[in-house]
Structure formats: C-alpha cells, structure tokens
C-alpha cells in the first residue's frame, strides 16, 4: 500500500513539474531571454559550418532592431533594449558586431552630452558596411507575454541561417516600455535603405 501510495506522490510530482517548466521558462529577464535566443543561434550557425565548438567567432554582424510583427514600420523601448543585449552577447562571444550608428564625429548637445551614436542617415560615419551576417527579426505581443522571434540572415543572399524565439513575461516595467503612448515609441514612415551591405570575407 505504502509503495503505491509512493508512486502515486511521485507520479503527481512529476506532473507538476512538467507543468510548471513552461512557466519557470517564461518567466525570465530579458537578458536571459537575449541569450538563449543569442546562444540558439550561434549553436545552428556552428552546426551549418560544420564546426564542432561554438561560440563561432570572427564573422562580421550587424545587429538590427526588432519590429512589430504586424507593423514593420513600428519599433519600441523594447525591441531597441532587445537588439543591444544581443549585440552585447555576440560581441563577447567572438563576433565581429558592427555599429552602423555611429556618427561621423562626436556631437556636442547642450543639456544631453557628448554623443556618438545617432540614427539621422546624414550624420553617418559609414552607409557602405562590408558585412556577412545580419540578424534581425519582430516581436508579438499577448496580454501577458511578449515573443521575440530573431533570425540570422545571410547578408549577400538574405538566407536564413538560424532562426530562435524567446519569450518575456509582460512585467509592470516592460509594459511601461511597450505601451504606445510611452515616449520612446516610434513610427518610422516613408523611409528607405540608409545603409548598404555587401559580403565580407
């Protein structure tokens, strides 16, 4: 009897386990969620390289910003704080990340600082890139949660190479930084390509 009994609180054990998994797996930061999506990716680009060791290190990357997945004209707090904890992981990882913000001189602004990085295509430094990889991708947002999905293009052929999701509980915090009245939110109309890409050997 006892023994049954036994198997029968494990059993349930079990069970509950497996059901609070997925929750444990949600409920993460955003600097988790960027890299396990980070990780996923350079873990399928290894395996297509037919390399045995990752991090793969010494390609050239450029990071871009998520994007609505309704709406590619639409860009939050959110999504921009997504595309740097990814450039920040690939950066430590061996890749050669690119910033193709960066200004072609230090700008001065009074009450603001000295700044480098800047998104008006006149004050780039560079709008010609030699690059191989580009990782971009859109985000969706559910009542309670929303889904970064990221992909790792070819520059040259825009192929996908590797593909990852990640998945953030929508927290007070980061829904102060989706909402649409938040003043970082942004809608981009009427624009064209600001940078040019090219392969890199």
Do not use: C
């Not at 959110?78 to 910033?99: N, P």
Request: glycine share 6%.
């Amino acid at each position: 009897m006892k023994s049954k009994t036994y198997s029968f609180h494990m059993a349930l054990g079990l069970l509950v386990l497996a059901l609070l998994l997925p929750l444990a797996a949600a409920a993460q930061s955003l600097p988790q969620a960027a890299s396990q999506v980070a990780t996923s990716i350079d873990k399928q680009l290894a395996e297509r390289l037919g390399m045995f060791e990752t991090p793969v290190k010494g390609y050239s990357l450029v990071v871009t910003t998520p994007v609505d997945v309704n709406d590619f004209e639409m860009a939050n707090p959110l999504a921009r704080q997504m595309s740097e904890e990814l450039a920040a992981w690939f950066v430590q990882a061996g890749y050669k990340v690119q910033e193709i913000r960066k200004s072609r001189g230090v700008m001065f602004a009074p009450r603001k600082g000295e700044i480098m990085l800047t998104r008006k295509q006149r004050l780039l430094a560079n709008e010609n890139l030699r690059t191989t990889l580009m990782l971009s991708g859109t985000y969706t947002q559910t009542p309670n949660h929303v889904r970064f999905n990221i992909r790792l293009l070819h520059a040259p052929t825009n192929e996908v190479l590797a593909m990852a999701s990640g998945t953030l509980p929508l927290t007070q915090e980061l829904r102060a930084l989706l909402a649409s009245g938040y003043a970082g939110n942004t809608r981009v109309t009427g624009y064209s390509p600001s940078v040019n890409t090219s392969l890199q050997y």
